[in-house]
Every structure is written in structure tokens, then in C-alpha cells.
């Protein structure tokens, strides 16, 4: 694979997170596929991975495997007439600015939030 292959990959992945986005907003997604959306969205933001990426080989992997995964089967679930309108609006997306260090902090909050529970709830059930 060369660079320019790897490249053109990329881009593409950056359209169709542009297209889940905007399949987010449109009120005939069904709720399933948002919620699908918004893990893939916010794990492919995301810094924390299920797999660290300092781990040799395997810490990249989960990045290379569930993000597509994630992508390919969000837009599975989305109805056909949407997908196909928001690929056709995608050009409009430039426009929509997101600054990035507010999506930064949404993201660890959750993060945060969502260890704090899990340890909670461990701590709390005693066997």
C-alpha cells in the first residue's frame, strides 16, 4: 500500500464521519443508529482506546479495526434516502465549526463519568 492509497483512505474515512454526523442531526435516523453513531463518533475522537496504543502492534489495531467496523455498520443502519442526502450535502459540512478542545473535554467527562460508575458499582456489590 502507498502513501497516496493511505491517504485517499483517510480522506474517505473523514467523509463518512462527515456523513454519520450529519445523519446524526436528520430527524428520520432511527435512534438506534444515532446511539451507534455517537460511540463511533466518540471513540474515533476519543484519546482513551480499549486497546492502548503504546502496546506494540495490538494498540494500533483497535483503530484500524472497530472505527471501520463501526462506520461500515452506522451506515448500514441508516435509511437509504438519508445516506444519500447527506453524502450529497457533505460538501456543506466545512462550514459547521467544532473547536476541538470543547469536544476534548465533553469526551474524558464522559470518560470520567462512565469509570467512576463502573468503579462504583464494582465497590458496591459485595460477594
Avoid at 483503530?63 to 462506520?71: Q, R, S, T, W
Avoid at 438519508?82 to 459540512?93: A, G, K, R, Y
Amino acid at each position: 500500500m502507498n502513501i497516496q492509497t493511505l491517504k485517499s483512505k483517510t480522506k474517505e474515512m473523514k467523509n463518512h464521519l462527515g456523513v454519520l454526523y450529519l445523519a446524526f442531526k436528520d430527524n428520520r435516523t432511527p435512534w438506534y443508529a444515532k446511539a451507534l453513531i455517537c460511540i463511533v463518533i466518540s471513540y474515533a475522537l476519543s484519546p482513551i482506546d480499549l486497546i492502548p496504543d503504546f502496546i506494540p502492534v495490538f494498540g494500533y489495531l483497535d483503530d484500524l479495526i472497530l472505527v471501520p467496523a463501526g462506520i461500515a455498520l452506522a451506515i448500514k443502519l441508516i435509511p437509504d434516502d438519508v445516506l444519500t442526502e447527506c453524502q450529497e450535502n457533505i460538501d456543506s459540512l466545512p462550514s459547521i465549526k467544532i473547536n476541538g478542545i470543547y469536544v476534548g473535554i465533553v469526551i474524558v467527562t464522559i470518560w470520567v463519568i462512565l469509570i467512576y460508575l463502573i468503579i462504583k458499582a464494582l465497590t458496591s456489590s459485595k460477594i
